[in-house]
């Protein structure tokens, strides 16, 4: 499942990558993909829309088994 997680991220990458920002896998623990913003992200105020609308689900629509994604710092 990390593989799948950390292929599809890769795919959402270029587009947090073009405004300044960037996202690193961390770990999944039970089904919660735990990533870091960074660059932009990690100031931008709406850092967790971006997550929770973009990143989540784009993930949940590649693999299935995700449950959730969080930020860690």
Known sequence: MKEKVKEALEKVRP???????????????????????????????????????????FLKQEVPEVKSVESVN
Request: aromatic share 2%; charged share 25%; proline share 2%.
């Open 15 to 57: 587009s947090l990558q073009a405004d300044g920002g960037d996202v690193e896998f961390v770990d999944v623990v039970d089904g919660v993909v735990q990533v870091r913003l960074k660059g932009a992200c990690a100031g931008c105020p709406m850092s967790q829309m971006t997550l929770k609308q973009g990143i989540e689900r």
